[in-house]
C-alpha cells in the first residue's frame, strides 16, 4: 500500500532505486553488527553466481511490481506479485527436489486461485 503512494508522485523506477538503498543501508548497519563481513575473494564462484543471479531477478522483478502498481490498484498487483510463491514452490520440486506433498499441492492451488480470483475482474 505504501508503494502505490510513492508511485503516485515519482517515477516507479527512482521509487525502486530509494527503497533498494533503503534495504542497503539496513542491511549493512545488521552485518556490521553482527561482524558478518566476509571479502568477496573468500566466497566460491558458485556461491557468487547463485547471489548475484537472483539478486538480477529481485532487481527486474521489483521494477516490474512497482510499475505495475503505477500503473494499476493495489487489490490486482499484489495478488499477482505474490504468484511468485507458487513459482518458487514449482522451482523447488524440479530443481531442489522437493518432496510433493499433499499439503504443498493444495497450498499451491489455494495461492494461485487466490490471486486468480482478486486480480481477475
Known amino acids: 500500500m505504501f508503494a ?17 538503498v533503503v534495504i542497503l543501508g539496513i542491511t549493512a548497519l545488521v552485518v556490521s553488527f553482527q561482524n558478518q563481513w566476509k571479502r568477496p575473494d573468500t566466497l566460491s564462484h558458485q556461491g557468487l ?9 529481485t532487481g527486474l ?3 516490474c511490481y512497482y510499475r505495475a502498481l503505477q500503473l494499476g490498484p493495489v487489490s490486482s498487483v499484489a495478488p499477482v506479485d505474490k504468484l511468485s510463491v507458487a513459482l ?11 518432496a510433493v506433498t499433499p499439503r504443498l499441492i493444495m497450498g499451491g492451488i489455494f495461492i494461485v486461485t487466490g490471486a486468480l480470483l482478486v486480480a481477475l475482474k
Open 61 to 63: 522483478s521489483w521494477l
Open 49 to 57: 553466481l547463485f547471489l548475484v543471479l537472483p539478486a538480477f531477478a
Open 88 to 98: 518458487a514452490m514449482l522451482l523447488g520440486i524440479f530443481f531442489l527436489g522437493e
Open 4 to 20: 502505490k503512494i510513492d508511485v503516485s508522485e515519482i517515477n516507479s523506477n527512482l521509487a525502486t532505486f530509494i527503497r533498494t
